[in-house]
Each structure stands twice: as structure tokens, then as C-alpha cells.
């Protein structure tokens, strides 16, 4: 059975710093990886896919890897800003449906 | 382009009442998924519709139902309601089936269960 991990459950950084969020699951078969950040109450925004024969994936300030082998994926945001904060979650893309992590509880401190 | 919306937004209901939730996918998009998302903890898989057909269930009882119509819309049916169906529940849509192609999801139904 599929599980996705996701370490630290909650992170406060100040604001301007690189960060990594790491996701990592416990099957490799996987077909692809997706991201999403959630604001509070709020639904499920798509920030990057991986898709299982590709290493990373970059949009803007965001760049995600994935290492299948490893069952491993990260996501690093570049010069961190306030509006970043938010939940971020990853999610395994299997056969008909996306195993999630609990999410990384991200605030940036002014 | 609108994207996924979802109504209501948010609903409040007593035990053993019944609800609907209902999805309207990105146009276009063919497949619509149904996701329970309990506080603090990552989405659960409940549906999965393409074509109207069901593709795929997750591990809910038999009081959790759904049906995709003819313009790829969809409803999400829970009878005799419990206090521990109060979630978020989000729907999802993609182009085609999982895990073909991306996943966008709508802002979700806060459902309270008093």
C-alpha cells in the first residue's frame, strides 16, 4: 500500500530565504507526482507535475524534483516571500487516484 | 475559462440527513474525482467518473454515492449523515483519467454535520 510522507510538518522561515519541502513515498511504481499549495480553508491550487520519466520540473520561483528510486521528491522555493505561506502538499499519481501527504505548514515571517 | 466549481460552499446539516454536493468540471475535462479532506490531514480518494462511468472507488461505505452526467457534471450523495462526515470535500477535474494528465481541483465544500 502506497504511503506519502511528508517532513516537516511545519516550517517558519524568514522572509527572503530558500527552502526545501520534502515528500516521499514507499512505492516506487508510481506514474507521476504532483504539488498543491492550500490556503487556509480554501481548496487545492496546482503548482507543479512530475511526470514519472522526468527529474524536475521548475515554474517561477518553485522547482520540484523527484527521484523514484529513492522514492523521494522536493520542492524548493527560491527567495521566500510572506504570500508563500500557506500548506503545501504532494501527492503520488497512481492508477485512478492521487495518495496525498499531510502537508508542510509553510509561514514567512516579514 | 472558469475553473472547478463546486456548490454549495458551505453546508450545514443535523445527523441522519442526507446531502448533495455538486462539481462542474473545466470544460473540456472528461473525468471528475471526489475527495474527503478532514482537518489537518491530506485528501482521501472517494470517486473517480469518466464518461459517466465510475473508474474507481475508495475505501468509503455504501452511504457515500456519486453519478457524472451527460456534460461530465457530477453529484456527490451522502445518506444518514455522521458527525465524522463533517470535511472538506473537494472535486477534481482532468482532462482524461488519472494518471494521465493534471488534476485541478475547486475551492471544495466545507460540510458540517451537527
Known amino acids: 500500500k502506497q504511503e506519502v510522507t511528508q517532513i516537516p510538518a511545519a516550517l517558519s522561515v524568514p522572509e527572503g530565504e530558500n527552502l526545501v519541502l520534502n515528500c516521499s513515498f514507499t512505492d516506487s511504481a508510481i506514474y507521476n507526482l504532483q504539488w498543491f499549495r492550500q490556503d487556509p480553508g480554501k481548496g487545492l491550487t496546482s503548482l507543479l507535475l512530475i511526470q514519472s520519466s522526468q527529474r524536475e520540473q521548475t515554474s517561477g520561483r518553485l522547482n520540484a524534483s523527484l527521484d523514484k528510486s529513492s522514492g523521494r521528491s522536493t520542492l524548493y522555493i527560491a527567495a521566500s516571500q510572506p504570500g508563500d505561506s500557506a500548506t503545501y502538499l504532494c501527492a503520488v499519481i497512481g492508477n485512478y487516484q492521487l495518495i496525498w501527504g499531510a502537508g508542510t505548514k509553510l509561514i514567512i515571517k516579514p | 475559462d472558469a475553473g472547478v466549481t463546486q456548490s454549495p460552499t458551505h453546508l450545514i446539516k443535523t445527523r441522519g440527513q442526507h446531502v448533495t454536493l455538486r462539481c462542474s468540471p473545466i470544460?473540456?475535462?472528461?473525468?471528475v474525482s471526489w475527495y474527503q479532506q478532514v482537518l489537518g490531514q491530506g485528501p482521501q480518494f472517494i470517486f473517480q467518473y469518466y464518461e459517466k462511468e465510475e473508474r474507481g472507488r475508495g475505501n468509503f461505505p455504501d452511504r457515500f454515492s456519486a453519478r457524472q452526467f451527460p456534460n461530465y457534471s457530477s453529484e456527490l450523495n451522502v445518506n444518514a449523515l455522521l458527525l465524522g462526515d463533517s470535511a472538506l470535500y473537494l472535486c477534481?477535474?482532468?482532462?482524461?483519467?488519472?494518471?494521465?494528465?493534471?488534476?485541478?481541483f475547486g475551492q471544495g465544500t466545507r460540510l458540517t454535520v451537527v
Open positions: 477534481a477535474s482532468s482532462l482524461e483519467t488519472t494518471p494521465n494528465t493534471e488534476a485541478f
Open positions: 470544460s473540456g475535462h472528461k473525468s
